[in-house]
T-cell receptor, first 116, second 108 residues
Framework: GAVVSQHPSWVICKSGTSVKIECRSLDFQATTMFWYRQFPKQSLMLMATSNEGSKATYEQGVEKDKFLINHASLTLSTLTVTSAHPEDSSFYIC????????????FGPGTRLTVL | RKEVEQDPGPFNVPEGATVAFNCTYSNSASQSFFWYRQDCRKEPKLLMSVYSSGNEDGRFTAQLNRASQYISLLIRDSKLSDSATYLCAVNRDYKLSFGAGTTVTVRA
């Protein structure tokens, strides 16, 4: 159990376009989802925390107008990178918790974004 | 200062060897601690939680030292399949902060 999927697994886009990444909890209801970004040889950096039905909470330094997060249901959260630029190229990973145990986050397989 | 710091390694060890490494955290209010394993270009996978009393899972032993604010991971009888990057993670207020990872390479 506790499977989280992400789609797409990789995407290549032109500079200036927007890219939407989906994160789904397949076998549990995710009251909270987290979005991380990981640059090569660096740690996962938390971008935002998303609770179902409410606005996401962004970490310091993360532009909320650039990284749009929607958590419309208990099984789906989306991250849209708007007007992507090459410096946004990174590995984006979501995780989810059921709320019964905030200690355990279940990670999706990640989305590798390359902006040309 | 980073919230979580790790020796990046790499630790290159022969099969069967024991390898150990630490992770330090800066915030004494941190509530829970974990080791994750991350393979190249993949998501992190939970290896084990870390408790003050120390805990063991097969060949893996984790320890937490709250006074000195570090956690450790020891791998006994290393296997080729243990080659990966090991991330420590610290939970505070339901948010995880990760270290940059320690790379372990086990050679035949």
């Amino acid at each position: 159990g506790a499977v989280v999927s992400q789609h797409p697994s990789w995407v290549i886009c032109k500079s200036g376009t927007s890219v939407k990444i989906e994160c789904r909890s397949l076998d549990f209801q995710a009251t909270t989802m987290f979005w991380y970004r990981q640059f090569p040889k660096q740690s996962l950096m938390l971008m935002a925390t998303s609770n179902e039905g409410s606005k996401a909470t962004y970490e310091q330094g993360v532009e909320k107008d650039k990284f749009l997060i929607n958590h419309a249901s208990l099984t789906l959260s989306t991250l849209t990178v708007t007007s992507a630029h090459p410096e946004d190229s990174s590995f984006y990973i979501c995780s989810a918790t059921s709320g019964s145990d905030y200690n355990e986050q279940f990670f999706g397989p990640g989305t590798r974004l390359t902006v040309l | 200062r980073k919230e979580v710091e790790q020796d990046p390694g790499p630790f290159n060890v022969p099969e069967g060897a024991t390898v150990a490494f630490n992770c330090t955290y800066s915030n004494s209010a941190s509530q829970s601690f974990f080791w994750y394993r991350q393979d190249c270009r993949k998501e992190p996978k939970l290896l084990m939680s870390v408790y003050s009393s120390g805990n063991e899972d097969g060949r893996f032993t984790a320890q937490l030292n709250r006074a000195s604010q570090y956690i450790s991971l020891l791998i006994r009888d290393s296997k080729l399949s243990d080659s990966a990057t090991y991330l420590c993670a610290v939970n505070r207020d339901y948010k995880l902060s990760f270290g940059a990872g320690t790379t372990v390479t086990v050679r035949a």
